[in-house]
């Protein structure tokens, strides 16, 4: 190609994307700034090191969330507002185990049941960490999984499945219905307030020495970030190299296909709904694991940091929801370069609003189930 | 029967005598792979009938959708009335005077059959938020919608749709719909219609009746229309000049005489490539 | 002709409907206060209580209902609008001498520019309307919604000046509003809270005091008689909108907005304007219910209150202005109030004693088949509230799946301002 003709193209390119251009000019100009930072040392080499780290928990936290919300999105073809609270679901039932697991013996079966709230439950004297009850932590995830792959069908079975004719916005609002049902009785059951979960004292952590200073990794990081990852391997496999997985993936491009072409579509919305709660079960344990704490709205209140992951990586995309949700959590934390705390969220949904208009597709843009 | 508000008496018709009504200049359209219109040309000349077929697939539907803005073409031109509306978003076109039906009806089902007439008018001053709130404007609102009120139970009259008219429109038989879809665009005071398969599941005798009304407009009105039919009789009957599309491009055009005439009409028809 | 292709409904029977809803309403509410043992002062501002939430209730349903169901806009930013209402009203009419100060303009100006401010954000929020379909929509109006209230929360702009002005949001502790605008009436200095009546107060409150009316309620419900009016004027405005050819593109947008453009509707300026005027009702539904209150938080913003408008909505029929305002009465009263209502009288006639401190405690109770610690649990307030939010769930669960046109949204509203199945009789129409 000659020189006239690739500037041709690139004037082309960015006549028909304005909006795209702008996006990538203000990405530049922040890097470039960031690096000026990093070379006047008003940022440390390890202020971003510990944003960028920081910035991957967050992010493969809300990914593994997203993923289970990218799956029903796409194969039943609507935004699920329940979504935050399964997560929630997850994280309850979970600790609830692992508590028991834990203290079984050592502290009465009612506080344990009940995670402290009004009993008096010393977590430091339960003491519950990955490297001092690691069978505790294990049984608590796995229990995750299950109670809210079993939750997610339950409320398919009773809500959504008599609605499957009907249009988007109808599941939308039903969905608006069962998350309220769920996060209130979950407060009934309960109570609200935020208990403690994991014995802060017994959890290692280290300082990791970079640049002029140190970051600092606990151990509880480290196991989210392990599991996620591991899990998000685990769901490719499944969407790779299995028939379920397979025709998922068909699913999601067609419905009206899979019909024609036999595949049995209810036993595949079965499949989502299983394999997206136990995901999401596993990132809502996951999450309180690594914050220590747990609170009865917690899910609710990331579901809007979830829908911009998914939306950002591609609305139904499985891997999209990865990419994206490591995309958020890292600029969310790379901004505090320049924003402060309490805005992070809002240039978050910003950029999820710019998607939108500019690009619905998302970066992995096409892209569907897989 | 058109709404008064928006006849101009001394207006027969638009489109000069030396340029035809509508200029189609080598528009093409592709999806990916599939290339839906390819470089196709034609002129639809004020005041005719002029028919518009091709086998399945020719690219008759997306062509209208590239003319009336629906889809915008990637390459060519489209001039109606002397004007450059290649560009130009479907509302633009429609309020030029370049109205359309669609091949499926599109009925507003949740609105009765006088709402979906009523809805077509141009310039209605009722469509601006104050006038409809505003005491003295309301009033010269609702004069106008008596005019079209009118208008609007004339046409369904004619279209024998009128013993319909309260009803919500998603309970009308397919026929029905595609009358309905008449009506409004009627009821639009088009200068040109592009009909798409306007007459499928009609009775033959409203059939009749309706050709016969379509030959009036155009004769006393100045109306043109571009017609869309798989009834071969309708066509050759009542259409001239035909155009021929295949394959997303225009294969031939004339008196129906000539193009029934033309092999390469047939082959394409059969199936299978034509020769140049 | 029959009424099926009437234009606009039929004024009086709605008119009669709405009556008998409020009437229905206040027997109950009386019955159940009496019932309560309630004396004359606790059954009238129990009235009171239920007339102000419906009220503000049916002006935001109304708002809504010309947003999604007219024109399908589906909107759950709805808090953020009411937000953007009430702050704007507060940095405008808040007294410079509070804690976090505004600039003491008279109220008139301050309700004024808060609708205006929230019309102004409702043509910002329309944008991405113009593009985006359904539940992409509702995505981005919930996202706005929350970036409104997390920056009105933000320490950031908790203070701040502009030009030698100081103002303020209160970040996350909330700013002072101006007093009751209604107490001018009653009290010779309406901004000092022991203030003597005004000559025209003390005879009134001399009266009500006499029947055992207290004064606080006696002004509470000139407020909410003010509110009807409000009502009255937006339901007015509405019926006006939709009634109309502007109501009937709007009906066709939802319908299928494809044929709209196609019959030459430029529809972007229709969801426009939509936006524009819904977002300032919403703005001004929140004024009037924030303002007697005394202080704004952004906890009063938060996305639960659009999804209990949403809720009325759905009850009422979406599409239906009559609707609406129903919908909006009756979630008020019985789904938002009715549960409390409930548990009061539940507890004074059963006795229940002390609730247990947890749901396991109550249930371990069940095996010695004692059923009175879980009620006692149950009834407690905070479970009530929860319980109350379950119901909500259920409800709208409920009503999608069986009756998503509610109460009213059978009926066929034919957009247009008059009887459109009437013909003119007179002649020489041509």
Avoid at chain 2, 107 to 119: F, G, P
Avoid at chain 3, 50 to 60: K, V
Avoid at chain 3, 253 to 281: N, P, S, Y
């Amino acid at each position: 190609m000659t020189e006239r003709e690739s500037g041709n193209r690139a004037l082309t390119a960015v006549r028909d994307r304005p909006l795209l251009v702008v996006f990538a000019a203000i990405v530049l100009v922040l890097t470039l700034d960031l690096l000026r930072r990093l070379l006047t040392g008003a940022v440390g080499t390890h202020d971003l090191a510990t944003y960028l780290w920081n910035g991957a928990v967050l992010g493969l936290s809300i990914g593994l969330a997203g993923m289970g919300l990218a799956m029903t999105y796409s194969i039943l073809s609507f935004a699920n507002f329940a979504h935050g609270d399964l997560v929630t679901s997850g994280a309850v039932a979970g600790w609830i185990a692992a508590f028991l697991v834990a203290g079984w013996g050592d502290f009465a079966a009612e506080a344990l049941v009940h995670l402290g709230g009004p009993f008096p439950l010393n977590t430091n004297t339960l003491g519950i960490s990955v490297t001092s009850t690691p069978v505790a932590i294990v049984v608590g995830l796995v229990v995750a999984a299950v109670a809210t792959a079993v939750l997610a069908v339950v409320v398919d079975r009773v809500v959504y499945k008599p609605m499957r004719d009907q249009s988007g916005i109808s599941l939308l609002i039903a969905s608006v219905g069962v998350a309220l049902a769920i996060r209130y009785l979950l407060v009934f059951t309960f109570q609200a307030g935020r208990r403690g979960l994991t014995a802060g004292q017994q959890t290692p952590s280290f300082s990791v020495p970079i640049g002029g200073g140190t970051i600092s990794v606990n151990a509880h990081q480290l196991t989210l970030v392990v599991v996620a990852a591991l899990l998000m391997l685990g769901t490719h496999l499944v969407l790779r190299h299995t028939k379920l997985g397979t025709a998922m993936r068909a699913m999601a491009d067609n419905e009206n296909l899979a019909r024609v072409t036999g595949i049995p579509t209810e036993r595949v919305v079965l499949t989502t709904w299983l394999l997206g709660g136990a995901l999401t079960g596993a990132a809502g344990y996951l999450i309180a694991l690594e914050r220590g704490t747990l609170t009865m709205d917690f899910g609710w209140l990331l579901l809007l940091l979830i829908f911009a992951a998914v939306i950002l990586g591609g609305i139904g995309s499985v891997y999209g929801a990865m990419v994206g949700g490591i995309v958020i959590g890292v600029s969310s934390r790379l901004s505090l370069v320049w924003l402060p705390e309490s805005f992070i969220v809002v240039a978050a949904f910003l950029v999820m609003i710019a998607m939108l208009l500019v690009r619905p597709s998302g970066l992995m843009g096409g892209v569907r189930t897989a | 029967m058109t709404p008064e508000t928006t006849r101009d008496e001394a207006d027969v018709g638009p489109g000069s005598e030396t340029e035809p009504l509508l200029q189609v200049r080598d528009i093409s359209k592709r999806y990916g792979g599939i290339v839906a219109v390819d470089g196709a040309s034609f002129d639809v000349e004020q005041g005719t009938l002029t028919g518009l077929i091709g086998p399945n697939g020719a690219g008759k539907s997306t062509t209208f959708d590239l003319i009336t803005g629906n889809q915008s073409p990637d390459a060519g031109q489209v001039r109606f009335d002397g004007q450059d509306v290649t560009d130009d978003r479907p509302d633009e076109v429609a309020q030029r005077g370049l109205v359309r039906t669609f091949q499926i009806a599109r009925e507003l089902d949740e609105m009765t059959v006088l709402e979906n007439v009523m809805l077509a008018p141009r310039n209605q001053i009722g469509e601006t938020l104050w006038r409809s709130v505003v005491p003295v404007a309301r009033d010269r609102v609702v004069d106008q919608e008596r005019d079209l009120r009118e208008a609007a139970w004339e046409t369904l009259e004619f279209l024998e749709l009128d013993h319909l008219a309260g009803e919500y429109a998603g309970t009308l038989s397919g026929g029905q719909r595609k009358l309905l879809e008449l009506a409004r665009v009627l009821m639009t005071d088009p200068d040109m219609i592009l009909l798409d398969e306007p007459l499928a599941g009609v009775n033959p005798t409203l059939e009749t009746k309706l050709l016969d009304r379509l030959h009036e407009l155009r004769a006393e009105e100045g109306l043109t229309f571009l017609l869309v039919e798989h009834d071969m009789d309708v066509i050759m009957n009542h259409c001239d000049p035909v155009i021929v599309l295949h394959q997303g491009a225009v294969l031939t055009q004339g008196s129906p005489a000539e193009v029934r005439q033309d092999e390469r009409v047939l082959e394409a028809y059969l199936g299978g490539e034509v020769d140049e | 002709m029959s009424s099926e292709t009437a234009g606009g409904t039929d004024g009086r029977n709605d008119a009669v409907l709405l009556l008998g809803v409020a009437l229905g309403l206040y027997a109950l509410f009386t019955v159940v206060s009496v019932l309560l043992g309630y004396d004359l002062n606790g059954i009238v501002n129990t009235l009171r209580r239920i007339t102000f939430l419906s009220a503000i209730y049916a002006i935001l349903v109304l708002a809504l209902n010309l947003q999604w169901g007219y024109a399908g806009l589906f909107n759950i930013g709805v808090a953020g609008f009411m937000a953007v209402g009430v702050y704007t009203m507060a940095m405008l009419s808040t007294s410079p001498t509070s804690t976090f100060p505004g600039l003491g303009l008279p109220l008139p100006i301050g309700i004024l520019g808060g609708v205006l401010a929230a019309a102004l954000l409702g043509v910002i929020a329309a944008l991405p309307a113009l593009r985006l379909r359904g539940d992409y929509l509702a995505i981005v109006t919930l996202a706005f919604a929350e970036i409104i209230r997390r920056t009105y929360r933000s320490p950031v702009l908790e203070e701040f000046s502009i030009a030698g002005l100081d103002l303020g949001t209160g970040g996350s502790r909330g700013m002072s509003l101006p007093e009751n605008p209604i107490r001018i009436i009653f009290y010779q200095t309406p901004g000092d809270p022991a203030s003597d009546p005004s000559a025209l107060g003390a005879a009134i409150f001399d009266f009500s005091s006499g029947l055992g009316v207290q004064p606080s309620v006696v002004v509470g419900w000139v407020y909410a008689i003010v509110l009807l009016v409000g009502v009255a004027g937006v339901y007015w405005l509405l019926m006006r909108v939709g009634f109309s050819p502007f109501g009937r593109v709007l009906k066709a947008i939802r319908e299928d907005e494809v044929v709209a453009r196609a019959l030459g509707k430029d529809t972007r300026w229709f969801k426009i304007k939509t936006f524009a005027l819904g977002c300032a009702l919403m703005g001004f539904g929140g004024i009037l219910w924030r303002l007697t209150g005394g202080y704004v938080a952004t906890s009063m913003f938060e996305p639960i209150y659009t999804f209990y408008i949403f809720v009325a909505l759905i009850i009422g029929g979406a599409g239906s202005n009559t609707g609406s305002v129903i919908g909006g009465a009756v979630f008020a009263s019985l789904l938002f109030q009715g549960p409390n209502f409930v548990k009061r009288l539940v507890t004074e006639y059963v006795a229940v004693g002390s609730p247990p401190n947890t749901l396991f405690d109550a249930i371990g109770a069940l095996g010695g088949l004692d059923v009175t610690p879980l009620v006692a649990y149950t009834l407690s307030d905070v479970n009530v509230a929860a319980l109350r939010l379950v119901l909500l769930g259920v409800v709208l669960v409920y009503l999608i799946q069986n009756r998503p046109e509610g109460l009213l949204g059978h009926r066929k509203e034919v957009a247009s301002p008059i009887d459109l199945g009437e013909r003119d009789r007179q002649e020489g129409q041509s």
